[in-house]
């Protein structure tokens, strides 16, 4: 990685929301460098401020303290080399494989060219949907329709993913494949992606660091490298340090639980 | 055990042939559309008859459906289509009417806060307005031609169609409208390409509650002032006393009403199949 660039900049970023019964710190004092193309898990229990801070990155919303930087610029609205995968497809249930596909196109610039088609079956290709094109989302499996979703988010080639527990809705044996299909899809068009998850397995098989997040507060307890190799497979999964590392993530999840 | 594979092979290979064998008499009469409810009618107007004659029951009181047939005849088919043509006309320019106010409404209540909490109390409040009370004033106001039974039509029918719409424009899921958002698409494109097609099955079921409802807000215009009009039809045929037509136009009105409803829901079906529930596609 050696000379890589900073993809993602937090500073000191605070997030306050006003709600019905008072003021919900969201998070609290965020700092966190994400390099280009590093693949980062976010790991967290529920209503950690996880989702917040892949919509900060995303422009979605602004920071009410502190700064955030992608590409060393202050992000003040969404930009263009974002993309974004939801923890549910959220499809277009009128519209086929394809037109959801180009659906970014469509919606940005109001008509969708040749150029956009044959970009859109490179990424129908890649996600494993070629010949399901002209299918609706409710003729797709639920991990289909998600290889749809993570395509609509490709189709824009954007250098910086953002996932927000993608994998969630999706039964544990299919979970795993796609998360196989995604790593083989981040080293053949490599990306920064900022992956929020509350599986510990996930996180594992799938980042080069893990950053573990506290809740009410959302705070960083912990941010580490994943002790493992690329490519991945199952039986370095089983290797013991990766096991010990596992069990620590889950120790300081456990802590940071406040329910328990 | 040779033999029993051979005779399960030969029903696989002659099940898609025969047609649902399981099926009981009665589970097939539940399973086709029409004949049930048809037979239930038919048996319904025997009763009636029946009932009518044994009874003898007076025409003005309940005419017999043959009597009611008979009203038919009562006035000329061109009679007939001015009457029919007459309440379709305002029903239908009432119904446009009301669906081209209440998009625009709808859009501005589910896209800002500030407007639906302006608006929307003074929507229920115009619900409220019991419309066969105001007909009367309406009329006065506006004269006796078809522009104040537009009006009523209007009223009645216009306040499913804004709910459901609203409703629908705000069924989008949130991650759609970030997406559209994180595009930085223009605003009218988040309506036109995302929160309408969204909108599209709660807007059918106001469409179709809003069709029956202008049929009723013609006729009730048609009771206050009109010289044609089923709704004028069955007033003077029951001021003259002639129960049995009266009868008829009742049955014209609810074959319109129904007609209608269809035409409503053939439509959706026709254009967005993808917006009915999976089994009924």
Redesign the interface.
């Given at each position: 990685m050696g000379l890589a660039t900073n993809a993602i900049d937090f500073r000191a970023v605070g997030q306050v929301f006003a709600t019905e019964s008072g003021p919900l710190t969201a998070l609290d004092d965020v700092n966190l460098t994400i390099a280009q193309h590093e693949f980062v898990a976010v790991l967290g229990p529920s209503g950690c401020g996880k989702s917040t801070l892949l919509?900060l990155t995303?422009?979605?919303m602004l920071p009410t303290e502190g700064k955030v930087s992608v590409y060393r610029q202050p992000v003040t609205?969404?930009r263009?080399d974002?993309g974004?995968v939801?923890?549910?497809a959220?499809l277009?249930?009128?519209a086929n494989v394809l037109d959801n596909v180009t659906?970014?196109a469509?919606?940005?610039r109001?008509r969708v060219g040749a150029p956009d088609r044959e970009r859109a079956a490179e990424v129908i290709a890649a996600v494993g949907l070629k010949g399901f094109e002209a299918r609706?989302p409710?003729e797709l499996s639920g991990g289909m329709q998600q290889r749809v979703g993570i395509a609509r988010a490709l189709f824009l080639n954007p250098d910086i993913l953002l996932m927000d527990e993608p994998f969630s809705a999706l039964d544990a044996l299919t979970r795993d494949a796609m998360g196989y299909e995604l790593l083989k899809l981040w080293q053949a068009s490599p990306k920064t992606v900022m992956f929020i998850t509350h599986s510990i397995p996930e996180a594992v098989l799938l980042a080069d660091r893990v950053i573990v997040m506290s809740a009410r507060p959302g705070r960083i307890v912990a941010d580490m490298p994943v002790p493992l190799g690329r490519p991945r497979d199952e039986s370095a999964l089983r290797a013991p340090e990766v096991q010990d590392f596992a069990a620590h993530l889950r120790e300081l999840l456990i802590a940071k639980e406040p329910s328990l | 055990m040779s033999a029993n594979a051979d005779t399960s092979a030969k029903a696989a290979l002659t099940q898609p042939m025969r047609e649902a064998p399981s099926l009981s008499l009665t589970e097939r009469l539940i399973v086709m559309p029409v004949v049930l409810p048809l037979l239930t009618f038919v048996i319904i107007l025997v009763l009636w008859e029946a009932a009518t004659r044994v009874f003898a029951i007076p025409s003005f009181i309940l005419p017999a459906p043959t009597r009611i047939i008979e009203g038919f005849s009562a006035v000329t088919p061109s009679r007939w289509s001015a009457h029919v043509w007459a309440t379709l006309r305002v029903a239908l320019i009432g119904y446009l009417v009301a669906i081209a106010v209440s998009l625009p409404i709808a859009i501005g209540l589910a896209k800002s806060r500030l407007m639906s909490r302006a608006l929307y109390p003074l929507l229920v409040v115009i619900q409220s307005v019991p419309v066969v009370a105001v007909a009367p004033i309406i009329i006065v106001v506006l004269g006796t031609d078809d522009a104040p039974r537009v009006v009523i039509t209007f009223m009645i029918a216009f306040f499913p169609l804004v709910v459901s719409m609203t409703t629908g424009l705000m069924a989008t899921p949130p991650e759609l409208i970030e997406l559209s958002r994180s595009l930085r698409a223009p605003q009218y494109r988040e309506i036109t390409q995302i929160r309408l097609p969204y909108a599209v099955p709660y807007i059918f079921s106001g469409l179709k509650i809003s069709v029956t409802l202008a049929v009723i807000g013609a006729v009730v215009a048609e009771f206050v002032a009109a010289d044609v009009g089923i709704g004028f039809f069955i007033q003077f045929s029951t001021s003259m006393f002639r129960l049995p037509q009266a009868w008829a136009g009742l049955v014209v009105l609810v074959a319109m009403s129904l007609f209608l409803f269809q035409v409503v829901s053939l439509s959706q079906r026709l254009f967005f199949p993808w917006s009915l529930p999976k089994e009924r596609r």
């Open positions: 919509r995303a422009g979605l609205r969404p263009d974002v974004i939801f923890q549910q959220t277009l249930p009128w659906f970014p469509r919606h940005k109001g609706l409710a | -």
